[in-house]
């Protein structure tokens, strides 16, 4: 089984729906993040979160959502999706201080198609 | 703001050469870089991880080397094989916010 497990795998929906991407992992890392791919431009942060408390805004935050169920789980949510959020979602974690490289390992990803 | 920049974009050589992958980076001020894979629709695997006070790391056919002051790395991968054939992500984590930056990364192709 994947360390960081990342569901759905695929989605299309349309515009205006509200769709919820989730996470979970078993590696017993504190930090998560949720990463967007787009072709050409690489990967961009959207939020990430250090602990279940903590929440932070990455480079483009706006229109996305998270939530930290808890250690294991954090669930990104585009309240009301566009075409331009088409792209493939990743889920990454890192080891919490103390023991922090800074090496992040990440989930399969998740693709997504607003029509 | 970091920017990272890796070149070629895409690289096709014959089995068996060596190869170097290149990254750059605009601020040196730097906790780590990086190196990662990504087969198609997969998600990325990690191959080197340099720590800022580390010159290179080396696993397996890889080389990766930092030289901070220049603001480059470059990814070394000797004895190339069809199976190493994927795109090369390098990022970095900047030493003032944890903020980690990607390259758009070189898609190689090592024919047969």
């Known amino acids: 089984d994947a360390d960081v497990t990342q569901t759905p795998r695929n989605r299309i929906t349309k515009t205006g729906k509200r769709i919820m991407l989730e996470c979970s992992q078993t590696?017993?890392?504190?930090?998560m993040y949720w990463y967007r791919q787009d072709p050409g431009l690489g990967l961009r942060l959207i939020y990430y979160?250090?602990?279940?408390?903590?929440?932070n805004k990455g480079e483009i935050s706006d229109g996305y959502s998270v939530s930290r169920q808890a250690q294991a789980k954090f669930s990104l949510s585009l309240e009301s999706a566009i075409p331009n959020q088409t792209a493939l979602y990743f889920c990454?974690?890192?080891?919490?201080?103390?023991?922090?490289?800074?090496?992040?390992?990440f989930g399969e990803g998740s693709r997504l198609t607003v029509l | 703001k970091q920017e990272v920049t890796q070149i070629p974009a895409a690289l096709s050589v014959p089995e068996g050469e060596n190869l170097v992958l290149n990254c750059s980076f605009t601020?040196?001020?730097?906790?780590?870089l990086q190196w990662f894979r990504q087969d198609p629709g997969k998600g990325l695997t990690s191959l080197l991880l340099?720590?800022?006070?580390?010159r290179e790391q080396t696993s397996g056919r890889l080389n990766a080397s930092l030289d901070k002051s220049s603001g480059r790395s470059t990814l070394y991968i000797a004895a190339s094989q069809p199976g190493d054939s994927a795109t090369y992500l390098c990022?970095?984590?900047?030493?003032?916010?944890?903020?980690?930056?990607f390259g758009a990364g070189t898609r190689l192709t090592v024919k047969p």
């Open positions: 990454a974690t890192s080891a919490d201080e103390g023991s922090y490289t800074g090496e992040l390992f």
């Open positions: 979160s250090f602990d279940v408390k903590d929440i």
């Open positions: 990022a970095v984590i900047d030493d003032n916010n944890n903020d980690m930056r």
């Open positions: 601020d040196s001020a730097i906790y780590n």
């Open positions: 590696k017993g890392h504190d930090r």
């Open positions: 340099i720590q800022s006070s580390q």
